[in-house]
């Protein structure tokens, strides 16, 4: 029971981080692009990254797409990691990999909600 209710708070601290920065992308914030910039990815993909990473969010939700709504979260979350890591920036990697993890986790877990 107390591993259910952790696992309820981790995803929806998951599901609560995808929809803020999905729609920081997908309204194209400054700080948004200019992390995209770096990269030379430019608006549109930023804005399609943002769509992506908010119907993962709401993926996560539900039970039968619970796996590939955190499926397609980690998958952002690790292009963002190979990006940095191209560019050296082992300080940003840092911060992206105990999110990578925690998409991991609840997938481990599985969906609170799942009947077994």
């Not at 708070?9 to 995808?18: E, I, K, Q, S």
């Not at 929809?19 to 995209?36: Q, R, S």
């Not at 890591?85 to 799942?114: C, M, R, S, T, W």
């Amino acid at each position: 029971m107390i591993v259910k209710i952790l696992n309820a708070g981790l995803m929806f601290f998951a599901v609560f981080m995808g929809i803020k920065h999905g729609w920081n992308m997908l309204m194209a914030k400054p700080e948004m692009l200019e992390m995209f910039g770096k990269w030379n990815l430019d608006k549109n993909f930023v804005v399609v990254n943002g769509a992506v990473t908010l119907l993962s969010a709401i993926l996560i939700l539900f039970p039968k797409t619970f796996v590939w709504g955190n499926f397609l979260m980690a998958l952002g979350i690790l292009l963002i990691i190979c990006m940095q890591l191209l560019h050296k920036d082992l300080k940003g990697v840092a911060i992206e990999v105990p999110f990578l993890l925690l998409n991991l986790i609840i997938i481990y877990l599985q969906h609170p909600l799942k009947s077994n």
